[in-house]
């Protein structure tokens, strides 16, 4: 009976582990990093565009740098030698950050886009209107800008959500890490593998189908 | 009120006003006319510091606009001192530009709240004022998006009432707006110039009003004032030929 291919006693047995050890911790890692690259890359976006020369230099080669380099050096990098400068967190958190500051780079860019999307004439009105500039930004600018990019910033959580297994080289066990803990305990891979496939599919396809609403509500389809 | 001394304004190579003086008297109305591209749309640019000399000064009231005396010179006048100096200006523009993000009333008084200080209850209540004014109290709560052009032209010009300015710039205000609504806002504006002391200065193709409201009409030709008249000598007796085939060509067109 050990020769089957397939258990599906096995693959019962071994679900709820799976899905109890992975599921939470794959979530946790895209839900906080998501926020921590929407919130980091609106900030690398404004700070691309100030008018002091050395702010918007130094922020594009930060975020070329973090662009290209691979998230698993990263990852790495932040994991092993952070402590050697006296800053020192659990794997998870390490993780996060390494998600949400690498996504954070591909936000700005979508944010970028969003920002330049607003016709000139907003800005123009907003002069003519004396707006101090930082409210011309908070209640002009930005409320017409991100509406249009939730959508691409969606589709950026999606894949940070497929990359959350690479967060295993640091010891966090997300839904792929959990399928391989099974499956090195029992010697079996086949079922826990396929019960990590399933959940990233059920979970990237609602996410997708979230992205296709709100394409719909924003107006705009890229 | 304004007083352009010496204006020179390029783009790269491309001089589009060329040593330009000119002064406007407090309360007149002065329109601009003249072929695209010969610099009207720049002057009322440069007076909402949208564009900056290249070299001159520009006035408005008493102040400098355009630079500040610093010991014995003149230097260009940084963001915060033309802030200072153009909230006395406003503008309509000729695509709207309203905020899409906000209701009308919040149009009307995200400026004088932000920028003037008023409590909102002040400004809600300037704010109603002017829509009543405009004709569109009904519209308060509507978003520009749901208004027809010329409604909307209506707002804008309401929103920039609201800061008070007592210098009104209208860039071609009507060139966007549908045929039939262009009556509408022209006797609006007229109706605001007869009722108020504000300057305007006033870019246009409708001749009709240009002549009606004007005090006087400035012809521009590459750059230069061709003709500086009352509006009466210029579309009836102009000086200058070139005056004359340009009117006659956009009378045809209209």
């Known amino acids: ?222 | 009120m304004i007083r352009f001394e010496d204006v020179v304004k390029r783009f790269g190579d491309h001089v589009v006003l060329d040593g330009l003086n000119f002064t406007v008297a407090p309360g007149e109305f002065v329109t601009l006319i003249g072929p695209s591209g010969s610099g009207k749309t720049t002057i009322l640019r440069l007076l909402m510091t949208l564009e900056q000399v290249s070299s001159g000064t520009i006035h408005v009231g008493d102040e400098c606009l355009s630079h500040v005396r610093r010991g014995e010179k003149l230097v260009p006048a940084d963001e915060k001192h033309q802030r200072q100096v153009r909230k006395r200006i406003g503008m309509v523009f000729q695509q709207f530009n309203l905020f899409p993000n906000m209701k009308v009333l919040q149009n009307l008084t995200e400026a004088p709240i932000r920028a003037l200080g008023l409590s909102r209850a002040e400004a809600e209540e300037r704010a109603h004022e002017l829509l009543e004014l405009v004709g569109l109290s009904d519209k308060v709560n509507a978003h520009p998006t749901q208004l027809s052009g010329g409604q909307q032209q209506r707002v804008a010009i309401a929103r920039a009432l609201a800061m008070r300015p007592d210098v009104l710039l209208l860039d071609e205000v009507t060139s966007a707006l549908d045929p039939e609504l262009v009556a509408g806002v022209l006797a609006l504006l007229k109706d605001i110039a007869n009722t108020t002391d504000i300057t305007f200065l006033c870019v246009t193709h409708e001749m009709g009003f240009a002549r009606d409201v004007s005090d006087r009409v400035m012809m521009f030709d590459n750059g230069h004032v061709l003709e500086d008249a009352p509006p009466d000598k210029l579309f009836s007796e102009p000086d200058h030929q070139r005056t004359r085939d340009f009117l006659s060509a956009v009378l045809e067109r209209g």
């Open chain 1, 1 to 222: 009976m050990n020769d089957e291919f397939w258990q599906w006693d096995y693959f019962w047995e071994v679900f709820p582990t799976v899905v109890g050890d992975g599921l939470l911790i794959t979530l946790q890692a895209t839900v906080y990093g998501s926020i921590i690259a929407y919130v980091l890359g609106l900030v690398f976006a404004l700070l691309r565009r100030s008018p002091i020369r050395v702010v918007s230099t130094v922020t594009w080669a930060i975020i070329e740098f973090i662009r290209s380099t691979p998230l698993l050096v990263q990852i790495f990098f932040l994991f092993f030698v952070f402590p050697d400068f006296g800053i020192r967190f659990d794997a998870l958190t390490t993780g996060v950050i390494a998600l949400g500051l690498h996504y954070a780079t591909y936000a700005a860019e979508v944010y970028r886009a969003g920002i330049e999307a607003v016709p000139v004439g907003q800005w123009e009105a907003a002069t003519a209107l004396s707006l101090p500039r930082a409210r011309t930004w908070r209640a002009v600018i930005l409320p017409q800008a991100i509406p249009r990019v939730l959508p691409a910033l969606g589709n950026y959580t999606i894949s940070m959500l497929k990359e959350t297994p690479l967060l295993l080289v640091i010891g966090v066990t997300d839904i792929a890490g959990a399928a391989f803990q099974q499956g090195s305990a029992a010697f079996r891979y086949v079922e826990p593998i396929t019960i990590a496939g399933i959940l990233f599919l059920v979970l990237s396809y609602s996410a997708s189908l979230l992205v296709r609403w709100l394409e719909r509500r924003v107006g705009t389809v890229h």
